[in-house]
């Protein structure tokens, strides 16, 4: 079993920073692939930013150059650093962990932005 946790939501104003955090726990293996992804009210979930175990990453245009993406193997953490935030980045931000051919999600963070 594999759990994921986020932290690091919160409102914020817009042009503001946060960075969110995933712990995942369990049977990580060291081959796969972490990710955010954001369902706003209304929407359907989309792919925010997604790291592989060697590093390599890939970010949604909408969010890049002011997001960033990163890992700490060692801890099994999965961060986002959220700069220069918009009101239409506001909505629950899910951590991800595909492994073994099975997807993994985590409960979500609430990331309110405010105009």
């Known amino acids: 079993q594999v759990q994921l946790v986020e932290s690091g939501g919160g409102l914020v104003q817009a042009g503001g920073s946060l960075r969110l955090s995933c712990a995942a726990s369990?049977?990580?293996?060291?081959?796969?692939?972490m990710g955010w992804y954001r369902q706003a009210p209304g929407k359907q979930r989309e792919l925010v930013a997604v790291i592989f175990s060697g590093g390599t990453t890939n970010i949604a245009d909408s969010v890049k150059g002011r997001f960033t993406v990163s890992r700490d193997s060692a801890k099994n953490t999965m961060y986002l650093q959220m700069n220069s935030l918009k009101p239409e980045d506001t909505a629950v931000y899910y951590c991800?962990?595909?492994?073994?051919?099975?997807?993994?999600w985590g409960q979500g963070t609430q990331v309110t932005v405010s105009s």
């Open positions: 369990g049977s990580i293996f060291s081959a796969n692939r």
């Open positions: 991800n962990i595909f492994q073994n051919s099975r997807n993994y």
